[in-house]
């Protein structure tokens, strides 16, 4: 007969020990604690406006991100054998990429998106936009994080635990490598994670990077901004379909260019930063004009207004558009900025930098920054300019009070040294920085708002474009002196983030289209453009001074008369007034369809037109 153990009562029975969690049990715990921690650190900017806040929530709505972050977490511990210090580290990327998009919300009205790593270049103009204490305080809290857990790891029973051997760090490394490669790839359909989130039914908000953060999380965001196909390869798309092409726009400029005399003109295109009208924000009201030095100027020259690719951002998208006639709208919503996904990747790129320098234009380009942004010294070289001027090339550097950057006049004298001293007639593509965010006290008497929100920021930015609208007139009045015919392209970017409801989604957001205007130093007129995109800024003035054109120019004509500018999926008319795509004719079909072609053709394509679209008919070929 069995006898009870020890000292127990005869018939008594020996109680059963508690279970012990494994160290795999352990591990999971801890590190699925972690994750809900790490998600609702990169997830709360997010959904503060979007579901009260309750950020809590966040690891719940976007589980496909959690089951992310927890896989590369667990891949990580296996690695190094550790816990803690995978978790600290993950923790404190977390907190560094919410913190930089909370950020870029607030001054750009934009999240972060996956070509925002090149920002790290330029820290000088990263600092510039941030608190001076928030650099000390970000690197006091990520030691100290990463401090503990270390320590944690130090002390912990649970680490001495795991000893992982070789086999299990292979397997480990193989699955993140896998999960890595997967996130670098989202954005390709067949791709699991990206079938996760479809699966889910997530939509993505294509028109707005703030909204596609808030439905779909940090994650899902982020990886959808990543690289993908630029533009689907139309139907059709080949050598003999560019042919019909070139050769029924070859025609229409060569019909067009029958009356017109080629005459050698400066042209001189600028982007000014941040540049807008005041009068067209609803609701803001200010003690004076900011453009009163060049209202007149303006209203009698031809005007109109253009669409900007973002509010609060997207000056590098507005360059392209304006330099190559084409359309960021036809390009697949992850291309962000086509400069840094393969304009500066080709020994030449398509543009009409290409064809005035055919015409005997010496080619300039200026922008009043260093040249660490969007890669511009090798799209500047792609796209052919002679000679490219950053802000350490520059002669003229003053400032305007206590403004960090070039001022707009200092940039004009630049300028108008370029036209002076060249032999040749110039084409000077020139963009300004003055007016870049953040807008601080920088100015001793800033135009405050009588009535809006955003006061100090607001000030200083209205004092800013009245110190560009004076340098421009300062600019004309120099060029009135010039004997050479001159002509200025000036057109403004985008609004900054600054201002409170405004409505800035969707193909009519009225309020944050900024002026164009057109001017000679010969004979003006008091035009009406109307509402146009930056891609047909060069064609319309090529009309304006009545110059033989391209076919690129001719078929950019067509477009602008017939059809209007595309956006997105949306198309508005010359009015600015959204076209309804699917009641479009069958001649504003065909040349939507012709556009999608040439785009693709001399963006990613074989590029079959590109000789004929750029050069003027009956001109000898290029060698």
Request: a positive charge.
């Given at each position: 007969m069995t006898r009870p153990h020890g000292n127990?009562?005869?018939?008594?029975?020996?109680?059963?020990?508690?279970?012990?969690?494994?160290?795999?049990?352990?591990?999971?715990?801890?590190?699925?604690?972690?994750?809900?921690?790490?998600?609702?650190?990169?997830?709360?900017?997010a959904l503060a406006g979007n579901i009260g806040g309750w950020a809590l929530l966040a690891p719940f709505l976007h589980w496909q991100g959690t089951l992310l972050v927890w896989s590369t977490l667990l891949a990580l511990v296996v690695l190094t054998g550790r816990v803690w210090t995978p978790v600290a580290a993950m923790l404190v990327l977390a907190g560094a990429l919410s913190v930089?998009?909370?950020?870029?919300?607030?001054?750009?009205?934009?999240?972060?998106?996956?070509?925002?790593?090149?920002?790290?270049?330029?820290?000088?103009?990263?600092?510039?936009?941030?608190?001076?204490?928030?650099?000390?305080?970000?690197?006091?809290?990520?030691?100290?994080?990463?401090?503990?857990?270390?320590?944690?790891?130090?002390r912990s029973r649970l680490t001495d635990a795991?000893?992982?051997?070789?086999?299990?760090?292979?397997?480990?490394?193989?699955?993140?490598t896998v999960l890595l490669a997967s996130a670098a790839m989202f954005g390709h359909r067949l791709n699991p994670l990206r079938a996760a989130w479809d699966a889910s039914g997530a939509t993505w908000a294509a028109w707005s990077h703030a909204d596609n953060l808030r439905q779909n999380g940090f994650l899902g965001a982020l990886l959808w901004s990543l690289p993908s196909e630029a533009m689907e390869r139309p139907d059709g798309y080949g050598p003999s379909t560019m042919s019909q092409i070139t050769d029924r726009y070859t025609a229409a400029a060569a019909a067009q260019n029958a009356d017109r005399v080629d005459h050698p003109w400066n042209i001189v295109l600028v982007l000014s930063e941040s540049f807008a009208d005041p009068d067209q924000i609803e609701g803001l009201e200010l003690r004076e004009d900011p453009l009163d030095s060049i209202r007149n100027v303006l209203v009698s020259s031809a005007h109109g207004q253009t669409t900007p690719a973002g509010y609060?951002?997207?000056?590098?998208?507005?360059?392209?558009?304006?330099?190559?006639g084409q359309s960021i709208g036809l390009f697949s919503p992850q291309v962000i900025s086509p400069y840094q996904r393969f304009?500066?990747?080709?020994?030449?790129?398509?543009?009409?930098?290409?064809?005035?320098?055919?015409?005997?234009?010496?080619?300039?380009?200026?922008?009043s920054f260093n040249d660490a942004l969007y890669n511009r010294p090798e799209v500047y070289e792609s796209l052919g300019f002679e000679k490219v001027i950053f802000d350490s090339d520059m002669t003229h550097v003053d400032r305007v009070e206590d403004n960090p950057f070039i001022s707009d006049a200092a940039t004009f004298d630049e300028v108008l040294d370029e036209l002076t001293t060249s032999n040749d007639p110039v084409f000077a593509h020139v963009v300004t920085m003055q007016n870049h965010v953040p807008h601080e006290d920088w100015y001793s008497d800033p135009i405050e708002p009588r009535v809006g929100s955003n006061p100090d920021e607001i000030g200083t930015w209205a004092r800013g474009i009245a110190h560009s609208s004076e340098a421009l007139a300062g600019f004309i009045r120099n060029l009135e002196d010039l004997d050479e015919p001159t002509a200025v392209v000036y057109y403004g970017d985008h609004l900054p983030a600054i201002f409170d409801g405004l409505d800035v989604d969707g193909a009519d957001a009225v309020q944050t289209r900024t002026p164009v205007m057109i001017w000679t130093n010969r004979v003006n007129r008091p035009i009406d453009l109307g509402v146009l995109g930056p891609q047909y800024l060069l064609p319309a003035l090529y009309d304006t001074l009545d110059l033989p054109e391209p076919p690129m120019f001719a078929f950019l004509d067509e477009m602008r008369h017939e059809l209007g500018t595309v956006i997105g999926g949306s198309v508005l008319d010359a009015s600015g007034r959204e076209i309804d795509v699917d009641a479009l004719s069958e001649r504003q079909r065909d040349l939507l369809e012709d556009y999608r072609l040439i785009q693709y053709d001399l963006s990613i394509g074989g590029r079959h037109a590109a000789e004929k679209l750029w050069s003027l008919p009956g001109a000898p070929a290029a060698d």
């Open positions: 127990a009562p005869h018939g008594a029975q020996t109680p059963r020990p508690k279970p012990r969690l494994s160290t795999l049990d352990h591990v999971l715990l801890r590190t699925g604690g972690a994750v809900l921690l790490i998600q609702l650190v990169l997830d709360a900017p930089a998009s909370t950020i870029k919300m607030s001054l750009l009205g934009e999240p972060m998106v996956a070509t925002d790593v090149e920002f790290v270049t330029t820290p000088e103009l990263l600092l510039a936009m941030v608190p001076r204490w928030t650099v000390p305080a970000a690197v006091l809290a990520s030691g100290t994080v990463l401090w503990l857990g270390r320590r944690m790891d130090r795991l000893r992982p051997g070789r086999r299990q760090r292979i397997v480990a490394a193989v699955a993140l609060g951002t997207g000056t590098s998208t507005m360059e392209f558009q304006a330099l190559t304009v500066g990747e080709t020994p030449s790129y398509p543009s009409a930098v290409d064809f005035v320098s055919r015409r005997g234009l010496r080619t300039v380009a200026l922008h």
